[in-house]
């Protein structure tokens, strides 16, 4: 019967070649519209680590004075400093967690072969491998005694890997970062998430690190942060020592908690920790006060979807209505012109349902065609956004759910849209027409 | 006169498309006023004065791997940047205005932020030497320019410059009594003389809060980038930027080179979402019109179908042309008033939904009036064809097959 009720849609669809297009072109401008601004949300706001992105975990310490306040919503920097980093970093506890921060060098090999160029570099501990997920083509992390030791060795991403040393095993092999030898130990398969959720500091969207040293660099090295820095009081800074020292914010901590249980023992932890350095007198605090985020929450309170976004989104979805009010009108002239028709079939025995089912068939598959060329659309509107803001190039693509949507939700709204006029439709009355005849 | 009261009754019997054809209208009226709203809102922000000669200016930035005297290093760079044909002046700059990236700090009036009475400014700040002002191209409109003897090299808690020029809005922020020229304001515990003032200087984020605070500090430090700013015969830039990565190589090579961006240019970049939200509600807001045009074009073509019988007899009544295309427009303009008033209503909504939820500012209701005009008079366009077209219905229709 489906079959049957296709060829009659498609009889249908040609005997009025004119509205049949207008209206596919109606719901493709509607559907396109939305698909691009929806395909850009959908990316930003995709969780970007599905299957542990309950159990990683940021942490938020509030190491300050009582009455300062901070811009984010709940009053609580989202960096920490440098010496709760390395202490949370270091101390022994049955969970895996890791400190980390951005800095950068220049990366060459020291002679004219290769053109030195900037990379930026992500200083942290052994752990954030395993705890973020990447898996290591050649090699592994650097070993308990060589981050000790604050030894001058790196991990390097595929990208690199396949830039230096045109692909093969690096792993022993050395580059220079500014004027230092470093040892590659790892070379890491490449990083592909869309949202850089692990350090939102400068730019959700930016691209992840390549280089990847340990932490105990950043003494040893006095390495200077490519990220932000913020600060609550005024100290004096003369050097790097005192900086480390400082009350000044800029590492980023994870730690990934597996149950309740897991957060609420880290959470008492954490709660001593701080009543403990309040009491040594860093800060005047009655309570002490964190936050533990999991990577949604972490990203929902970091508005990395923009506003402009969410607004954008709810516009088009208003376009589409206008889209469909439009292609409703249309049908409804269209489906009553064909009462005479119904009337017929009608008193030859089909049932309300069976007319109803006829002309719903018949909006649906209009409503694939405006799916299909508004997919079309939607590409020129995602390459225009894309041409704008080169930022937003793996943001403004569609995956294989939004272009399984697009025919989806033209579909829907076409069957939304179809339902009245169907409805009238179906109402006829037989004798009317019969009478006439 | 306008035969009201029987046009009523008769859109009594067509419910549905004339309840469609008020949804059209509110809605239309909703998303346009508030996307046009949006639009003159960013568009406002990005053509706002910044102080600088935009189309002048480039920056680029530079790290250094190699051993060298870098103090020394920047000197020489200036020199080799300043002797290229065309270009105006260039400096070595702690961090670029419009770039996106800087630094910012809060300046008091008084020695400790602890003490009564205290009030407290932030300000973006960046340093360079004595062509800072120069380079830049902004407009000193009270005090003077740094002289060379106040430029420190390299900087310490127990040498801190004593100096700044900062901009008007900062000066007039910290003293609004408008006598801010050789007051001094307070750095941590160290004491600045506001020796000069600058009518307008944006910081380097637009979209801060206090964007037009902006100060400058005579000094000259070396961090882990360089930043240099050079300013050029606008015709000549694009030559210019193409050539600087290779002169710096030329001059020292052991670093890199960030390819030279105009400050127009980085100001773009730095908006690029503000850029996209403004093109796509356009892009939305001309094809909502064309579709809200077709659309009412299509009603109203199908409710003259329905009724080409009506119109027959009424011509044959004595009706004149005239009287039959008024009849629509007087129709139109009867559901469209109610969708305007819907719509606007609808507006106002959203307007205070954005308010809350958005940073956005209240919504002008300006400009839900000029879109309900707008609309309305689209929409009486757009009856006008098939109004004709209506008039032009023999009258002899109406004695066929009765």
Known sequence: ?437 | MLEIKPIFNALLRSKVSTFLLLVEIAITVAIVSVAAFVIVDRVNYLQQETGYPEESLLHFSVLTFGDVDRMQQIELDEQMLRNIPDVENAVFMQDVPLSGSGSASSFNSQPDPEIENNKSVRAAYTAGDENMIDTLGVNLIAGRDFNPDEIKYGLSMENPPTVIIASKAFVDEMFPEGDGLGQTVYFGPAPIKIIGIVEEMKGPWLQDSRADNMVIFPYVEVRSFDHYVVRTNPEERTAIKRQIEELMLANYDKRVINPAIGFDEAKAQYNAGDILMARMLMVIIVVLIMITIVGIFGLTLFNISKRTKQIGTRRALGARKSDIVKYFLVENAMVCIVGLVVGSAGAVYLGTLLLQEYSLPALDNAFILYTAGFVFLISLMSVLVPANRAANISPSIATRSI
């Not at chain 1, 005997?15 to 990316?43: D, E, F, K, N, Q």
Request: proline share 3%; hydrophobic share 45%; charged share 20%.
């Open chain 1, 1 to 437: 019967m489906f079959v049957h009720y296709l060829d009659l849609a498609w009889r249908s669809f040609k005997r009025t070649p004119l509205v049949s297009v207008l209206m596919v072109i109606a719901i493709a401008i509607g559907i396109g519209i939305t698909m691009t601004s929806l395909s850009v949300y959908h990316m930003m706001a995709m969780d970007p680590i599905p299957h542990k992105s309950d159990k990683l975990h940021a942490v938020q310490l509030k190491a300050m004075d009582d009455g300062e306040e901070w811009w984010t919503e709940d009053n609580i920097p989202t960096q920490i400093t440098y010496k709760d980093a390395m202490f949370l970093n270091d101390v022994d506890l049955p969970f895996r967690k890791t400190a980390s921060t951005r800095t950068g060098f220049t990366v060459h090999m020291n002679s004219s072969d290769v053109k030195p160029f900037l990379e930026s570099a992500r200083v942290t501990s052994s752990e954030f491998f395993p705890m973020f997920d990447l898996p290591f083509l050649y090699g592994g992390a650097w070993t308990e005694q060589q981050y000790q030791s604050a030894s001058p060795v790196v991990v390097i991403s595929q990208s690199i890997n396949e830039k230096l040393f045109g692909g093969e095993n690096s792993v022993g092999k050395q580059v220079y970062l500014d004027d230092q030898v470093f040892q590659i130990v790892g070379v890491i398969k490449e990083w592909d998430i869309h949202t850089k959720y692990y350090d939102l500091n400068n730019g959700a969207f930016n691209s992840t690190e390549n280089l990847f040293i340990p932490l105990s660099l950043i003494e040893a090295n006095e390495l200077a942060t490519w990220g932000n820095t913020n600060g609550w009081k005024f100290e004096e800074i003369n050097t790097f020592q005192e900086r480390l020292n400082s009350e000044l914010l800029w590492m980023q901590f994870w730690v990934e908690l597996n149950n309740a249980q897991d957060k609420q023992a880290f959470g008492d932890y954490l709660n001593n920790y701080l009543s403990e350095q309040a009491t040594l007198g860093r800060f005047e605090r009655e309570s002490p006060k964190f936050a533990l985020r999991d990577v949604n929450e972490w990203m929902a309170y970091n508005n990395v979807v923009s506003e402009d976004n969410r607004l954008l989104v709810g516009l088009s979805f208003l376009f589409l209505t206008v889209c469909l009010v439009n292609i409703l009108a249309l049908l409804l002239a269209k489906f009553l012109r064909r009462a005479p028709e119904i009337g017929v079939r009608r008193a030859l025995g089909a049932s309300k349902s069976q007319v109803f089912a006829q002309h719903l068939v018949e909006v649906s598959m209009l409503g694939f065609f405006g799916g299909i060329v508004g997919i079309g659309i939607a590409q020129l509107g995602l390459w225009g956004v894309r041409s704008t803001y080169s930022y937003f190039s793996a943001l403004a693509t569609m995956d294989i759910s939004m272009l399984l949507a697009a025919p989806s939700i033209a579909i829907v709204s076409c069957l939304i849209a179809g339902a009245i006029p169907a409805w009238l439709v179906c109402k006829t009355q037989p004798a009317i027409y019969l009478k006439t005849q």
